[in-house]
């Protein structure tokens, strides 16, 4: 089993930037990619980046690309999604996601390939 623990999410003004941590624990984390999704008011749940097993290989949403980046930091049990340039529209509830069966040097996008979830941080931008 792997237990996700979300934090970093608050409210901000357009242009601004945020940091969000995803904490890990239980199975070996660099075992897994992992992933971010957010599920903005009113709307289905979306990925917005992902990351490889050892970190070399990450893929954007459109959306979100020159302005989010995401790392991993195996040796923390931590992932990260930097934010910057913050809009509106990026307003949602983040969630981090761990997926056990990607194979090395890939990610997943869809949400049901991954197998567990933290419990969501919101993330608010005003304009």
């Known amino acids: 089993q792997v237990q996700l623990v979300e934090s970093g999410g608050g409210l901000v003004q357009a242009g601004d930037s945020l940091r969000l941590s995803c904490a890990a624990s239980g199975r070996t984390f660099s075992s897994y990619a992992m992933g971010w999704f957010r599920q903005p008011p009113g709307k289905e749940r979306e990925f917005v980046a992902g990351i490889s097993r050892n970190g070399r290989y990450t893929y954007y949403v459109d959306s979100v690309k020159g302005r989010f980046t995401i790392s991993r930091d195996n040796a923390k049990n931590t992932m990260y999604l930097q934010m910057n340039s913050l809009k509106p529209e990026d307003t949602a509830v983040y969630y981090c996601?761990?997926?056990?069966?990607?194979?090395?040097?890939?990610?997943?996008?869809?949400?049901?390939?991954?197998?567990?979830w933290g419990q969501g941080t919101q993330v608010t931008v005003s304009s």
């Open positions: 996601a761990a997926d056990l069966r990607a194979v090395p040097s890939t990610v997943d996008t869809r949400s049901d390939e991954y197998d567990y």
